[in-house]
């Protein structure tokens, strides 16, 4: 692995493992100034709220970063300038979609909360370019500064708010509150030009040229990231959907840390260097992927391993079924884990087309498999769904792995196995709890 890769992994790694951390610190806090139904509240909303801005992504960030224009202010500010456009026009979707939501789910105060979470979209859309500069150049020690004391001084209102309020309001206002102290981090420790309103036609042809399929890519992402918590917000109750959020959170640390590292090192590196260059790029592509899917796959399957101590010392006595749905979310993983990597390759080549149809299949294979394990088999089905989709999902995979040169049999191979064998030793003890799971929704 290059100086630049593990040094910039050196940092992802602590920026969002310091995160994750300060996050889990907080739900446990909040666990107890709260209730269960309010991280099933928070996890509907987040639906909306991410579907939102997954429908309306023109690929910015992708597009600065691969861009040779990159650098060049008029290109950045025309960025900034769409993002600001698309933070408003999030928003005033989210008013419309507000009470029609609430009715759907039948809980009448998800229409406030929408329209009030949802002015988060406008502003986050004024977020300095400064980041996506950083990250083209793989300068992420400044970034990690940034995105730490954000989550610190950002934790400490939210916290504050929830003892103050006792209600899911405090979760609510944050999300706003967030977003105007990271935008004010941000200014103060990473340097940069200061962004301007600006139109470059030349610029905004380019952005929605590579963004045309990076838009419907971010709606079948929003599929994937949070079809289940939609699918179950109609078979599950707030109270067990809140547990289920809990668990996922938990046992998909490692696989969200894993993508995190990909996303910030990997496109980087490939546009520099890609795969089909020769076979020394290859092999750099394939020692980078080893050493952090080993990483990844180890500490998900430890966390499936220790699921039972992680809840019961973490949670009380309400969260305690939180622990047999960690352990299979974790095991759901471990496929996802073995392919990460393939992805940032194609970006890194310019190919948004090929992206796009791999995350459809997916998409289509995950919500298919997904709904009807829910609609056969409760929870317990919509699971074992989620890792056939994901299997079914590879041959896509291999297709544009092929294509950018960079498929490596070896690799998905030896890591498909380890992981197998890793969570049939781990899921066979806990048969009879994981069998339970069936009578949940």
């Known amino acids: 692995m290059s100086w630049r890769a593990l040094r910039g992994a050196i940092w992802t790694l602590l920026g969002f493992g310091g995160n994750q951390a300060i996050r889990l610190v907080v739900n446990l806090i909040l666990a107890r100034l709260l209730f269960p139904s309010a991280f099933g509240t928070m996890a509907l909303l987040m639906v909306v709220i991410q579907g939102l801005n997954n429908f309306s992504d023109v690929g ?22 769409i993002e600001i456009i698309r933070g408003v026009v999030l928003w005033l979707t989210c008013c419309a979609l507000a009470v029609p939501f609430a009715r759907f789910y039948d809980t009448p105060e998800l229409a406030t909360y929408l329209m009030v979470a949802g002015f988060s979209a406008v502003i986050a859309g004024f977020t300095p370019m400064r980041v996506l500069t950083a990250e083209r150049h793989l300068s992420l020690r400044s970034l990690t500064k940034a995105d730490l004391l954000t989550q610190l001084v950002t934790s400490s209102v939210l916290i504050l708010l929830a003892w103050m309020t006792g209600s899911v309001w405090a979760m609510v206002i944050t999300l706003g509150f967030g977003g105007i102290i990271r935008i004010a981090i941000i200014l103060w420790l990473i340097p940069g030009d200061r962004d301007r309103l600006f139109w470059d036609r030349a610029a905004v042809r380019e952005l929605t040229s590579f963004g045309k399929w990076i838009f419907p890519s971010t709606i079948m992402g929003f599929l994937i990231s949070q079809g289940d918590k939609a699918i179950l917000g109609r078979y599950l109750t707030l109270a067990q959907l809140g547990l289920y959020n809990i668990g996922y959170f938990l046992a998909s640390f490692p696989l969200m840390l894993g993508g995190s590292v990909m996303g910030r090192i990997m496109m980087p590196l490939c546009r520099e260097s890609p795969p089909s ?28 391993l220790l699921s039972p101590a992680i809840v019961g010392f973490l949670y009380d006595e309400r969260y305690q079924q939180s622990a047999t749905m960690l352990t299979l979310i974790a095991c759901v993983a471990v496929p996802q884990i073995v392919v990460l990597g393939y992805d940032a390759v194609a970006l890194a080549a310019g190919d948004s087309r ?69 969570l049939i030793m781990i899921a066979l003890p806990r048969l009879d709890a994981i069998r339970q799971l069936a009578l949940i929704g």
């Open 277 to 304: 260059s020769g076979r020394e790029a290859f092999i750099r592509l394939r020692r980078i992927r080893f050493v952090l899917t080993g990483s990844i796959m180890v500490a998900t399957l430890l966390v499936a």
């Open 354 to 422: 090929g992206f796009f149809i791999l995350i459809a299949v997916r998409a289509v294979l995950f919500l298919g498999c997904f709904w009807v394990g829910s609609h056969m088999a409760g929870l317990y089905g919509a699971l074992l769904g989620q890792f056939i989709g994901t299997v079914l999902n590879y041959p896509t995979v291999v297709w544009l792995a092929r294509k950018h040169h960079a498929w490596d049999p070896l690799h998905d191979a030896t890591y498909a196995l380890i992981g197998l064998i890793g």
């Open 60 to 81: 910015t960030r992708p597009g600065v970063i691969r861009s040779p224009r990159g650098d060049e202010p008029e290109f950045l500010n025309t960025a900034w300038t």
